[in-house]
């Protein structure tokens, strides 16, 4: 699976910088596998039967900034600048995510995601 198939959107979360310091993208894991995207609909929070949206911040932003408030010491290392590029470590865990989630744990590198 690549990465642009989960709908990724460049994000900020301190809403004073512009843009791609980190990606939201939809969770790959079997527990979302036949939920709907809720890109389009806006919001953070899914509904009933939609998937989780997963929030990686960069330590190294696109920006070349300091990573985000909340990302300091806390931020996956990226290599790309692409969604066809992106290479992200360490992996990412997403097995605890909000809702109760089963989650997802997995790598996305060169902009392939595989699960763990």
């Given at each position: 699976m690549?990465?642009?198939d989960l709908?990724p959107?460049?994000?900020?979360r301190?809403h004073?910088?512009t843009?791609?310091?980190?990606?939201?993208?939809?969770?790959?894991?079997?527990c979302?596998?036949e939920?709907?995207?809720?890109?389009?609909?806006?919001?953070?929070?899914?509904?009933?039967?939609?998937?989780?949206?997963i929030w990686?911040?960069f330590?190294?932003?696109?920006?070349?900034?300091?990573p985000?408030s909340?990302?300091?010491g806390?931020g996956?290392?990226?290599?790309g600048e692409?969604f066809?590029?992106?290479?992200?470590?360490?992996?990412?865990?997403f097995?605890?995510g909000?809702r109760?989630s089963?989650?997802?744990?997995g790598?996305i590198?060169n902009g392939e995601v595989?699960?763990?």
């Amino acid at each position: 699976m690549r990465l642009v198939d989960l709908n990724p959107r460049w994000g900020n979360r301190d809403h004073v910088r512009t843009d791609r310091v980190g990606v939201w993208f939809d969770c790959p894991g079997a527990c979302c596998a036949e939920k709907a995207s809720m890109v389009g609909r806006g919001g953070y929070v899914p509904t009933e039967g939609e998937k989780e949206r997963i929030w990686v911040p960069f330590a190294n932003p696109l920006d070349g900034l300091p990573p985000v408030s909340g990302a300091s010491g806390f931020g996956w290392q990226r290599n790309g600048e692409t969604f066809d590029t992106i290479t992200l470590t360490p992996s990412v865990d997403f097995k605890h995510g909000p809702r109760g989630s089963k989650g997802w744990h997995g790598f996305i590198t060169n902009g392939e995601v595989s699960t763990c």
